[in-house]
């Protein structure tokens, strides 16, 4: 039996379709990542896992639990990291973490024992006697983690544990959630950051616009998509009719397999070729067409091209995107004042 089993969940916040119809499995002892450009619907899923929103449709299991029926036993198996947490800046983290043991009714004596473990997995020692109003977003970012982690749960669920951190906390909190998983947690987390994913995962879940696109283990993924990757931008190559006579003339070009148009940023090429001396043969084509190459580059397959085949675009073509609209949307508010 699967630790976790989401079936068929569908959301809707308004108009907005937040979730499709996403199903998901995830097996007892591993680290799983929930990979995703902002706006897929991890955080929508992941509260919906840790009962905390309702969904319009679907079924939630952990353990075998019915999540929806029985939320407070589901609550006892799990921590839940949420990606924003307004945490209270008057209080040390060893008070908030006093606090939140009495929330789970943790015993005066079991829950100092937990914390003084907590404390030194997370390397707090250092500051969780000084106020949270001082804290950096990495300190902020491990009290968290050991807020999740004081009555022991069986699974850990963070959503984006990482976002906005410096390197070495991200590292910290990497390691932090390895010792975790080998020491018999489950965790659960989502990211948009393909290599934090590539770096922790044992399997994984690719999802887009509310819906799984791609499961398995982060090899499984990329072989499943066999060959190399060539990447190829042209210069003054911007629309699509172009994009489509140059797929023609290179789709004959031994060893070339497959050619993805990826539509954002000016129309390149994503290409997957097999066997030797490709790049070269692709060069030689585009110079007789009298097409000058702006670059091209050759790479085993990665994360970014699993969701570049499901989807058209890269994850981080979707992340701008969404920054765009975020832009135009300050912009509009702006030039309304
Ligand atoms: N409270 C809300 N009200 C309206 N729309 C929401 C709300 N929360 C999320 N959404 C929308 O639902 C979609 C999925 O959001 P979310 O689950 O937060 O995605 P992610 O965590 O992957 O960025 C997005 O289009 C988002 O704008
Ligand atoms: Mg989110």
Known sequence: MPLLELAHLQKSYGPVKALEDLSLEVPEGCLYGLLGPNGAGKTTTLRILATLLAPDQGTVQVAGIDALQDPRSVRCLMGYVAQEVAIDKILTG???????????????????????ELIALLGMQDWIDRRCGTYSGGMRRRLDLASGLLHRPRLLVLDEPTVG????SRGAIWQVLRELVQEGTSV?????????????ADRMAIIDAG??????????LKQRLGGDRVTLRVREFSDQHEAERLQRLLQPVEGVLQIVVNRAQGYSLNLVVEGDHVLQRLRQQLDQAGLPVFALAQSRPSLDDVYLQATGRTLMDAELAVAGQRDTKQERKQSMR
């Open 94 to 116: 060893r008070e908030l973490l006093q606090l939140q043991g009495d929330l789970y009714h943790l015993r005066p004596s079991n829950r100092d024992k937990r914390m003084q």
């Open 188 to 200: 659960l987390l989502s990211s948009h950051y393909l290599e934090e994913v590539e770096a922790l």
């Open 165 to 168: 951190l410096d390197i070495e």
């Open 211 to 220: 819906r799984v696109i791609a499961e398995g283990t982060p090899d499984e």
